[in-house]
């Protein structure tokens, strides 16, 4: 059996649920938990609702942190919103308080799965998944950069005419202000990315992928569906043992803390962290994500 329990039943949720229910998945049973059990019950009907016309066959249900016991895998989409304005840092206190009841309650269950982490500040929530729960590091993943990544993948190709999935280039770093691409290792069939693009348009996809977010919650509220198909991926990579390399949060033991680099992702978690050569200048940029993070956990009032 595979069994999923998701934590958070907002827009982040529900979009990771329903992208599992849309695509052939290795997943036979979903719980949903959240503290609005009425709305929980509600998702969990409309969902149910989908099966006959779903192609993977899911038990979904509404559960409690009881249910964590024999979980294989456990999604993360709780805690406050980013508002229009605010950074994914400006969570940080909100979301620190919310996770540690979280974790403790999920670890009173007697659960020893994988941890699969959305809320942000995504690298600080990953870091303080691993610290509360005691697991080994190779059992909590936080979504990363892959969103980012994909986000990244998708301009390129806007400018290319050739398929996102054609496009090697990864962003890595925070998810978050001081994420960056890997420009001086992306490639297109093997060939540099500067015999596609300009620099002035690697500049300006850089920029773009940084501030999506914004963009995307200043003209919806939030953003939801790239995330949720991101989970839904992760979780696929997970369960079919697939040694699959993406660019997730985990992590970094030279450091310390939680930040995304490409790593192998299977049914044990992340097997291995990829540390991409980088140039000065970003070997720049990464050392000053990585201080960002730390700063972050630091500041944080437990």
């Known amino acids: 059996m595979n069994k999923v ?29 959240d503290i609005n059990t009425e709305k929980t019950m509600g998702e969990v009907m409309d969902l149910n609702h989908c099966l006959s016309y779903s192609p993977s066959k899911i038990s979904i249900s509404m559960g409690d942190y009881k249910d964590c016991e024999d ?73 990363g950069t892959t969103l980012d ?10 400018k290319t005419n050739i398929n996102p999935k054609d496009i090697d280039a990864y962003i890595i770093g925070e998810h978050g202000d001081s994420e960056f691409a890997c420009w001086s290792n992306a490639c297109i069939a093997n060939s540099p990315i500067a015999d596609f693009i300009s620099n002035e348009d690697m500049i300006k996809i850089e920029d773009d992928v940084r501030n999506s977010a914004y963009e995307i919650i200043k003209r919806k509220g939030a953003t939801f569906y790239g995330i949720g198909m991101c989970l839904a991926r992760i979780t696929k990579a997970i369960f079919n043992n697939e040694s699959v390399i993406l660019p997730v949060s985990s992590l ?13 992702v299977n049914r044990d978690g992340v097997m291995e962290k990829i540390f991409i050569p980088l140039n000065k200048e970003e070997e720049e940029k990464l050392t000053n994500s990585i201080n960002v993070i730390k700063e972050a956990i630091n500041s944080i009032n437990e």
């Open 5 to 33: 329990v998701l934590i958070g039943c907002g827009n982040v949720g529900m979009s990771y649920a329903y992208a599992l229910l849309n695509q052939t998945t290795p997943v036979d049973t979903l719980v949903l938990i």
């Open 71 to 143: 979980a294989d895998l456990i999604v993360i989409a709780a805690g406050a919103n980013q508002a229009p304005g605010e950074t994914r840092m400006d969570l940080i206190n909100k979301n620190s308080k919310i996770f540690k009841s979280i974790i403790g309650s999920v670890m009173e269950s007697g659960f020893n799965g994988i941890f699969l982490v959305a809320t942000n500040p995504l690298d600080v929530m990953t870091y303080l998944t691993l610290k509360y729960s005691g697991l080994d590091k190779s059992k909590v993943i936080g979504s």
């Open 149 to 158: 990544t994909s986000r990244l993948r998708y301009m390129i190709s806007e």
């Open 252 to 264: 970094d033991t030279n450091h310390q803390i939680c930040i995304s680099t490409p790593a192998v």
